[in-house]
């Protein structure tokens, strides 16, 4: 078995180490930190984000500045890069299996958790087809960590 652990999942994974040592008298443990990948990911996330966000902001996508009692829109601003990195990290990227904030910092904070390479390639996958079913044209570096990840998925 493999596991992920973080706090919010310690005591289930200890559970089940705990039921696999009632079936074998011995198990090997092994820790390492959570492969986040490289940073060039996150970098080409962003200037993903920024494409797709101007795109809103060009076809009408505002942003309520408030709203009132009722529920309607008192003042909008403009859709903008920080709106679509939020919208898009919740949207392609999401929470993990107990809820927790998946996030492409380069260290964990805010009660989120740092999301692993494969999360963060398939992030990219769907943000990748919600632009290309768009007609946004991005670029995509051939030498790029996911380029190399795109060809070992295809194999």
Known sequence: ???????????????????????????????????????????????WVAKASEYMARNGAVMPIF????????????????DGHELFTMNCLGCDKDGVRLSWAK??????????????????????????ERGIILLKPRDSEYCKLEEESMK
């Open 67 to 82: 709203l009132d009692k009722n529920g309607n829109y008192g003042k909008t601003r403009p859709f903008n890069f920080s």
């Open 107 to 132: 260290s964990a904070h805010d009660g989120m958790r740092l999301a692993t390479q494969g999360e963060r390639f398939h992030a990219l996958r769907m943000l990748e087809q919600w632009c290309t």
């Open 1 to 47: 078995m493999e596991y992920s652990v973080n706090k919010a999942n310690l005591n289930d994974v200890f559970n089940s180490i705990s039921k696999e040592l009632d079936t074998v008298p011995n198990i090997l443990l092994k820790t390492e930190s959570h492969k986040t990948g490289k940073w060039g990911m996150s970098r080409l996330w962003r200037s």
